[in-house]
């Protein structure tokens, strides 16, 4: 197998794990809005609690996965060989009256 098709399967496995960690990163973050909506309806020294939880030990938990989770889609995409992340700006040819 040449490296390019090896490293296009490499890349094919990270985009997956990306996606879906991605996705799961995403809905763990709604799942906390939910909880800071329950707290505020709940009130009291059991919304201090919750929120305490929420922000105590699920949101580093969150920013951690999403991390990771972006550094493999980075990965991903250099190993395919995509760079989107430059700036593919062209120069614009000027018309003949303009210096």
């Given at each position: 197998m040449k490296i390019k098709?090896?490293?296009?399967k490499i890349s094919d496995v990270l985009r997956v794990?990306?996606?879906?960690?991605?996705?799961?990163a995403l809905f763990a973050g709604?799942?906390?809005?939910?909880?800071?909506?329950?707290?505020?309806?709940?009130?009291?020294e059991t919304a201090t609690a919750i929120c305490l939880f929420i922000s105590g030990k699920i949101?580093?938990?969150?920013?951690?996965?999403?991390?990771?989770?972006v550094a493999l889609g980075i990965i991903s995409m250099y190993l395919k060989g995509e760079v989107a992340l430059t700036s593919n700006k062209k120069k614009s040819a000027k018309h003949q009256g303009e210096m």
């Open positions: 098709e090896i490293l296009g794990i990306f996606g879906y960690g991605i996705a799961i709604g799942l906390t809005f939910f909880g800071y909506i329950a707290a505020f309806i709940i009130g009291g949101i580093p938990v969150i920013i951690y996965i999403s991390t990771v989770m």
